[in-house]
């Protein structure tokens, strides 16, 4: 078990790949170059907002909106309290994220094994693209040996920077992203008194998964006891485990089989869970 407690993670902000200021709080971070690592974070759109142009990832994400609404493409906004399915490979955007917006996304390698590159090695690269060229509107632009100018998607570049190889996609499993609206969800109680889940989705033939679970008072959730990388945020409420008290915005990782391990209500508490695909 890992734990991460929002006040005390790294900060940082995105890159110049995109235009305008992302804060970022990076709670937990899987290992490196495997296919199911990931990257848990809470992020805040700074002074002035923060914008993309329409691209698109060979990883998947799941965005949990916890103030603000989220404009992920033109015309469509995602509601405050809601959580979304980004699939590897399939186009959203463009952005136009409001100051003050705030969400936990987590972006993992998704069912196609290409992986996650990493926060680190994914800044190291940007840092070595501005030497070479320019980062304007969320696109990179360089000149070749021959003086040939060429615009690329500033993630994309970031990409092939870090890692010497041309960015490729898997043929897409879905055709849009997919929005949940969790109020709409019945709860459904646990075998555990005083828990209760409602489960979002299931997605791709590695079952990634996406839960809210709410834990009353004086209740007892048993982590730890999936067949892959459980990640828990708790949203609201406090936890206790192992003795620990934690408060709202603490993350947590188990990893498969290694529970059970109990998280004890202190106060009525809601976590998210995401349960990374299996490999």
């Given at each position: 078990?890992?734990?991460?407690?929002?006040?005390q993670a790294e900060s940082g902000v995105v890159?110049?790949?995109?235009?305008?200021?992302?804060?970022?709080?990076?709670?937990?971070?899987?290992?490196?170059?495997?296919?199911?690592?990931?990257?848990?974070?809470?992020?805040?759109?700074?002074?002035?907002?923060?914008?993309?142009?329409?691209?698109?990832?060979?990883?998947?994400?799941?965005?949990?909106?916890?103030?603000?609404?989220?404009?992920?493409?033109?015309?469509?906004?995602?509601?405050?309290?809601?959580?979304?399915?980004?699939?590897?490979?399939?186009?959203?955007?463009?952005?136009?994220?409001?100051?003050?917006?705030?969400?936990?996304?987590?972006?993992?390698?998704?069912?196609?094994?290409?992986?996650?590159?990493?926060?680190?090695?994914?800044?190291?690269?940007?840092?070595?693209?501005?030497?070479?060229?320019?980062?304007?509107?969320?696109?990179?632009?360089?000149?070749?040996?021959?003086?040939?100018?060429?615009?690329?998607d500033g993630s994309e570049a970031c990409f092939?920077?870090?890692?010497?190889?041309?960015?490729?996609?898997?043929?897409?499993?879905?055709?849009?992203?997919?929005?949940?609206?969790?109020?709409?969800?019945?709860?459904?109680?646990?075998?555990?008194?005083?828990?209760?889940?409602?489960?979002?989705?299931?997605?791709?033939?590695?079952?990634?998964?996406?839960?809210?679970?709410?834990?009353?008072?004086?209740?007892?959730?048993?982590?730890?006891?999936?067949?892959?990388?459980?990640?828990?945020?708790?949203?609201?409420?406090?936890?206790?485990?192992?003795?620990?008290?934690?408060?709202?915005?603490?993350?947590?990782?188990?990893?498969?089989?290694?529970?059970?391990?109990?998280?004890?209500?202190?106060?009525?508490?809601?976590?998210?869970?995401?349960?990374?695909?299996?490999?």
């Amino acid at each position: 078990m890992r734990v991460s407690e929002a006040l005390q993670a790294e900060s940082g902000v995105v890159g110049s790949m995109r235009e305008g200021v992302l804060e970022l709080k990076i709670l937990l971070t899987g290992e490196d170059e495997s296919p199911n690592n990931y990257c848990l974070q809470m992020n805040r759109t700074g002074t002035g907002g923060w914008g993309t142009p329409r691209h698109r990832h060979n990883f998947d994400q799941v965005r949990y909106i916890l103030k603000g609404d989220y404009p992920y493409a033109k015309g469509k906004s995602m509601p405050e309290g809601w959580v979304c399915y980004f699939p590897e490979s399939v186009h959203y955007g463009p952005q136009e994220r409001p100051e003050g917006l705030e969400m936990l996304t987590c972006q993992f390698g998704g069912a196609s094994g290409n992986g996650f590159l990493s926060v680190a090695r994914r800044e190291a690269a940007n840092e070595a693209l501005k030497k070479k060229g320019e980062f304007k509107n969320g696109i990179f632009t360089y000149l070749d040996e021959q003086g040939k100018r060429h615009n690329q998607d500033g993630s994309e570049a970031c990409f092939e920077e870090a890692t010497g190889q041309k960015l490729s996609f898997a043929k897409a499993r879905y055709d849009d992203i997919v929005l949940m609206n969790p109020a709409s969800y019945d709860w459904i109680p646990e075998v555990a008194p005083g828990v209760a889940t409602r489960w979002l989705g299931t997605f791709t033939e590695r079952k990634t998964r996406i839960a809210l679970t709410r834990i009353e008072q004086d209740a007892t959730f048993s982590a730890g006891e999936e067949d892959a990388i459980e990640l828990v945020f708790l949203s609201k409420g406090k936890l206790v485990v192992n003795g620990q008290e934690y408060g709202p915005h603490t993350a947590f990782e188990f990893l498969a089989g290694e529970g059970p391990i109990s998280l004890k209500a202190a106060a009525e508490s809601e976590i998210l869970r995401i349960l990374l695909p299996r490999f």
